[in-house]
């Protein structure tokens, strides 16, 4: 039972084009969600989190925007750059203690076009 | 990221032996934790830890076990190792309940 989906395996967009990455979750009892970025032959790198209290939060090129009504959670990236190509998983948990587990998705394959 | 080491990087062993896998942090997180990744799964969590003795199973531990004896460091052991346990292996850690997790660079198994 994958509790957090990915859909899209892979993604190609143009540089400097908007970049959205998908999520959906089942289970209602996560949140807290995070996106990670994986270059080839390294571990994931922690990109963006989002706690269940905000539906936005920012950091620089990047958004993150959740929808819990719909258990959706979405990444933004803009503009998109070429080193920006990598393998985006979703992950998700419940807050405190209890909840020190992360649920992944399967990854997104993120391609940027020169 | 957050001085996470495993060792070895790459192994390649037999059907039946014993694998031991290092990951070892510099700081002084609380938690750690061992995934798989493999080919259509994303990263699927082995094992867990939240303090020194102190672990707990994730949704694909059969196979597996683990050690704490330092908060530095986590051992995952593959008892009898086969080949569906051919996988890259990652190590994280964290160092409280609400932190986002940091990875290593992973270890790349290949049971023949």
């Known amino acids: 039972d994958q509790q957090v989906k990915q859909n899209s395996p892979s993604l190609s967009v143009q540089e400097g084009r908007i970049s959205i990455l998908n999520c959906d979750y089942t289970n209602s009892m996560f949140d807290y969600f995070l996106w990670y970025k994986k270059y080839p032959a390294e571990g994931p790198t922690f990109l963006i989190s989002i706690s269940s209290i905000k539906d936005k939060n920012e950091d620089g090129r990047f958004t993150v925007f959740l929808n819990k009504s719909a258990k959706h959670l979405s990444l933004h990236i803009v503009p998109s750059q070429p080193g920006d190509s990598a393998v985006y998983f979703c992950a998700a948990s419940g807050l405190g203690f209890g909840n020190e587990k992360l649920t992944f998705g399967t990854g997104t394959r993120l391609t940027i076009i020169p | 990221d957050a001085g996470i080491t495993q060792s070895p990087r790459h192994k390649v062993t037999e059907t039946g032996t014993p694998v031991t896998l290092r990951c070892h942090q510099t700081?002084?997180?609380?938690?750690m934790y061992w995934y798989r990744q493999d080919p259509g799964h994303g990263l699927r969590l082995i094992h867990y830890?939240?303090?020194?003795?102190?672990?707990d199973k994730g949704e694909v531990s059969d196979g597996y076990s683990v050690s704490r004896s330092k908060t530095e460091d986590f051992l995952l052991t593959l008892e009898s190792a086969t080949s569906s346990q051919t996988s890259v292996y990652f190590c994280?850690?964290?160092?409280?309940?609400?932190?986002?997790?940091?990875f290593g660079d992973g270890t790349r198994l290949s049971i023949l």
């Open positions: 700081e002084n997180h609380r938690y």
């Open positions: 830890s939240y303090g020194v003795k102190d672990t």
């Open positions: 994280a850690s964290k160092g409280s309940i609400n932190q986002p997790q940091h």
